[in-house]
């Protein structure tokens, strides 16, 4: 063999790696080549250099970090991890069509590690815990590392760590150095780069095993839901023993139960606290929910509080339901999203039988349901609360029944306990929640947490996505001469009615919570105070600008309900500035016909007032009546299929039972007393029997309802319009005719709907005006 | 692993823990900073849980999580030289790490000291070679992979493990000569 050829094995001969023949034609080469020699022995210093690299360890918390990460974008992509992650690995089609969301969620992602990454490096290197930090998940990071001893630890700069020779590596290096003496060694060494099994198994017992994986750590949806709580309480003690139990009495009041305090609150400086170990919190507390208690006592601090739904016996035979369609989905779904890695403790509770444990969420809507429907149990909840489109029940073990206990990241970042021992009184242990994921309903709900302040902007964005507002049942495509005059003319439209804007699109291109916005007698939102704040939150609707990526639009999605929805559609019909395309679904699409009617009353009897909903031939004094008088009960199948083929079907803003009507009344009014001082509706063009600064009245239902003495409307053609808008009724009605249509569960957000408006500039008026009848182009 | 791909999340925890180390050793091999091993380190367990489907089990789970981490970490750092051209290119490369040992034949290999100095110098080094080679080196030479494995890992053929490893280490050779006395 000559030296060229000898030189090419001299690595593979080092290593053992070359056939017998082969090694055994390199040896007898070498032992006549002094220079291939040579070369073999700097190939094995050069190789023994690189093995006497010193073992460097994982740095701490590793695990934990790697939980997290896969929580937080479980939560993202609003995925359940146990549950639908293997489906999704069986399932090659299901995953081609998550790409969309996907791709939308690793933007957002990659956005938010990114920052926190870096905020969390940046604080690193200082050395000095964050006094202020943009974002929740940022300063649980930089809590983590401010605090952790063993994180600090860990962060020690590598040359440092290098410089000291571990046991770990000397023990390798000897290993190394005898790694030619056989093949078996060669192939034994082949994995002796590792680390000591002794110190894995040394660490993990330290550790306890699994404790890498702790089951809840549920404390970035806490630490989320804490942001937007400092905004609005000086500290979590004094929301929970000032505000609590009048919220709490307001709402039990107004469900005509006994004052049990069924409300919750979010409240305190969870991560401000957290920030703040000198105040008395434990600093590294490993929070698991039977875990909570303790820490309850440890600290003192009220820092999530979480009020439970009252049982049946505190609501005088019925059981309250906690709907929580608005809830941010990190707090209400992580608990049970947890891949629970390592801790056998942390099983979802959606196996768990009994009664339901749960999240409950801060101003949700309760519906009173019979109390003869099974309590507790997620699927009692399912049925009861009707599942939502792709989402999800879920609930959580509580080991203590009064508390939803959230437990916090292994730092302790936050806590969720019990209310304080002087707060409202422990209640019932049924609490359930149910939070959307997906679709529309996923973009309600963050919007509306957005304007909560208990959401991001960028929760929102990743779930705002083209698809799932284009699966809203509520499109309403406005024409306009300019994407601004309509714009103008629509925020218009939606100050008239007290909707608030709370987030929009800046020059930037980026979207900012919206500025000086307020809920209530002129005051900001962080300003109003916990009684009024629920009341005017239900009964105000959200807009969130959205600009459509193909700039050829804007869109506004909006979050309203039925009532005020109907009277929207009617003053829109007023406004000559928006012509409704026929692009929009069909309920507005009849907004072409009522501006047709308007102006054809107007030419041919003259301007005598301000125009009202025209109303089906023969059917005005029955919507009448219904408006005046809600049903209690449901009308037959048949009927419902009939009204699925005329206008009737637009009848849907109706209570379902009288008990809700009295909810809907008190909330009104509770929207009135936010409204004073506001815009009142009456300074736009009302929809008839509106009342000014008033909030949903039974006998505004405008478009859908109509008025006593409303001219009658021309009939749309029976087919014209989609299916879709004809799925009338609320609540249970609603559910049951969707169930029986085999359309599936529609998420039960009470009478809130999600409408997605899109302005168009004035290049597509001329195409819009074409499908508008003649009378309107005069 | 059955449980694993299962969706045991307690498998999957205890994975990450027997596996972290050496994961995180190569990591930081590769791309020579201990803030982007921990990084890469996290993003290539986060994509071995999201992606435990694809696993079929036919190379060794330990394997399979090297494939993520070196794929990971390769990727990172072409992002990096994208991003920051300059610093730890070519500049790094043509360095010759030689220069800066003061004396070589006074340091003692056992001195805590000089064993740091040295490895700063050796990952220098290893950080002046292009990816396939470090990445070959690392895998051989520091985590101790035989070359099926390194073929599987990196999804070439045997052969060109062994003559890439084998240019590596010439490469490397040269950059350490200095150090090779010793």
Redesign the interface.
């Known amino acids: 063999m000559l030296c060229e050829q000898t030189r090419e094995h001299l690595s593979a001969y080092l290593d053992r790696e070359l056939t017998v023949e082969l090694a055994a034609a390199v040896r007898d080469h070498l032992d006549s080549c002094a220079e291939c020699r040579t070369m073999l022995e700097e190939l094995r210093a050069t190789r023994d250099l690189l093995g006497r690299l010193p073992v460097l360890a994982a740095p701490e918390h590793t695990a934990q970090d790697v939980q997290r990460e896969i929580e937080r974008r479980a939560i993202l992509a609003g995925a359940h991890p146990a549950e639908e992650a293997p489906r999704e690995r069986t399932l090659p089609m299901e995953r081609v069509r998550l790409w969309p969301r996907a791709l939308a969620v690793a933007a957002t992602v990659i956005l938010s590690v990114g920052i926190g990454v870096l905020a969390y490096l940046t604080n690193e290197r200082r050395g000095s815990p964050t006094q202020e930090a943009p974002s929740p998940v940022l300063r649980e990071e930089v809590r983590v590392a401010d605090t952790t001893p063993a994180m600090r630890k860990a962060t020690t700069p590598p040359a440092a760590r290098e410089s000291s020779p571990d046991p770990g590596a000397m023990a390798q290096d000897k290993r190394h150095r005898g790694l030619e003496e056989t093949n078996e060694v060669a192939i034994a060494n082949g994995r002796m780069g590792q680390p000591p099994e002794a110190a894995v198994a040394e660490r993990m017992k330290e550790k306890g095993e699994g404790l890498a994986f702790p089951p809840v750590a549920a404390a970035k949806p806490a630490a989320r839901e804490g942001k937007g709580a400092d905004a609005y309480f000086d500290s979590a003690e004094q929301a929970a023993q000032k505000n609590m139990p009048k919220l709490a009495k307001e709402k039990a009041d107004s469900l005509g139960g006994p004052a049990k305090p069924d409300a919750l609150a979010i409240t305190g400086a969870v991560t401000e606290g957290a920030l703040k170990p000198a105040q008395g919190r434990p600093e590294s507390v490993p929070m698991v929910p039977d875990k909570a208690k303790a820490a309850e006592s440890k600290s003192g601090v009220l820092d999530l509080q979480i009020a439970t739904a009252p049982t049946e016996e505190a609501m005088g035979g019925k059981a309250v339901t906690k709907e929580t369609p608005l809830a941010p989905a990190a707090l209400a779904e992580k608990p049970a999203q947890l891949p629970s890695m390592g801790a056998p403790a942390a099983k979802p509770a959606t196996t768990t039988p009994g009664p339901a444990p749960a999240i409950a969420h801060a101003m949700e809507r309760p519906a009173v349901v019979p109390a003869e429907k099974p309590a507790g149990g997620v699927d009692a909840g399912e049925k009861r609360l009707g599942q939502p489109r792709a989402g999800k029940t879920i609930a959580v073990p509580a080991e203590q029944p009064p508390t939803t206990a959230f437990g916090a990241a292994p730092g302790g970042t936050a806590v969720a306990k019990a209310p304080a021992a002087d707060g409202p009184p422990a209640l019932g242990s049924a609490i359930r929640a149910v939070t959307v994921t997906s679709g529309p309903a996923a973009v309600q709900q963050a919007l509306v947490s957005v304007s909560r302040g208990l959401g991001r902007i960028e929760d929102l964005q990743a779930v705002a996505t083209r698809e799932n507002l284009r699966q809203a049942e509520y499109q309403l495509v406005l024409v306009a001469d300019s994407r601004r005059t309509g714009n103008q003319a629509l925020e218009q439209l939606f100050r008239s009615n007290g909707w608030e804007v709370v987030a929009r699109r800046g020059e930037n291109g980026r979207y900012a919570i919206a500025k000086g916005r307020s809920a209530g007698a002129g005051s900001g939102t962080g300003n109003l105070s916990l009684e009024e704040r629920p009341a005017a939150e239900e009964a105000r609707p959200t807009g969130f600008y959205y600009a459509a990526p193909d700039g050829r639009e804007d869109t506004w999605v909006v979050v309203t309900d039925r009532d005020h929805l109907s009277r929207f559609a009617t003053q829109l019909s007023q406004v000559d500035a928006l012509t409704v395309s026929t692009d929009s679904s069909g309920v507005f699409r009849s907004i072409v016909d009522l501006k047709r009617e308007n102006l054809r009353r107007q030419t041919a009897v003259g301007e005598t007032g301000r125009p009202k909903a025209p109303r089906e031939p023969g059917k005005a004094e029955a919507g009448g009546g219904e408006a005046a008088k809600p049903r209690t009960t449901p009308e037959p199948e048949k009927d419902r299929t009939a009204e699925a083929l005329d206008l009737e079907g637009y009848q849907i803003a109706k209570p379902m039972s009288p008990a809700a009507d009295d909810g809907a009344k008190a909330l009104g009014d509770a929207a009135a007393r936010a409204n004073r001082g506001k815009l009142a509706p009456a300074d736009a063009p009302a929809a008839p029997g509106q009342q000014a600064g008033r909030g949903p009245a039974r006998s505004d239902w405008g478009l859908y309802g109509g008025a006593a003495g409303a001219p009658a409307a021309p009939k749309a053609p029976p087919g014209e319009l989609p299916e879709k808008w004809y799925r009338n009724g609320v609540g249970q009605e609603r559910e049951e005719h969707y169930r029986q249509a085999g359309l599936g569960a529609r998420p039960a957000t009470g009478n809130q709907v999600l409408v997605v408006i899109r302005v168009r500039p004035a290049e597509a008026k001329e195409a819009a005006r074409e499908s508008v009848p003649a009378e309107s182009a005069k | 692993m059955a449980k694993v791909?299962?969706?045991d999340?307690?498998?999957?925890?205890?994975i990450?823990?027997?596996y972290?180390?050496?994961?995180?050793?190569a990591v930081?091999?590769l791309v020579g900073s201990?803030?982007d091993a921990?990084?890469l380190?996290?993003?290539t367990?986060?994509k071995a849980?999201?992606n435990?489907?694809?696993f079929r089990g036919r190379s060794s789970l330990y394997t399979w999580l090297f494939r993520i981490a070196v794929n990971t970490s390769l990727s990172h750092r072409r992002k990096r030289k994208w991003l920051q051209p300059g610093p730890g290119g070519a500049d790094e490369e043509d360095q010759a790490p030689s220069a800066q040992v003061a004396d070589p034949d006074a340091g003692d290999p056992s001195d805590?000291?000089v064993?740091?100095e040295?490895?700063?110098l050796?990952?220098r080094a290893?950080d002046g070679l292009d990816d396939e080679h470090r990445t070959v080196?690392v895998l051989?030479?520091?985590?101790?992979?035989?070359?099926h494995?390194i073929g599987e890992i990196l999804e070439v053929p045997t052969g060109t493990v062994?003559?890439r490893?084998?240019r590596a280490?010439?490469m490397?050779?040269d950059k350490?000569?200095p150090?090779?006395s010793t």
């Not at chain 2, 999340?9 to 205890?14: I, L």
């Open positions: 791909v299962a969706g999340g307690a498998a999957f925890g205890t990450v823990e027997r972290q180390d050496r994961l995180y050793n930081y091999r201990a803030d921990r990084d380190l996290q993003n367990f986060v849980y999201e435990l489907g694809t805590p000291l064993a740091a040295t490895a700063a050796v990952q290893l080196v051989r030479d520091i985590q101790h992979f035989d070359y494995e062994k003559s490893l084998h280490r010439l490397l050779r350490l000569k150090l090779l």
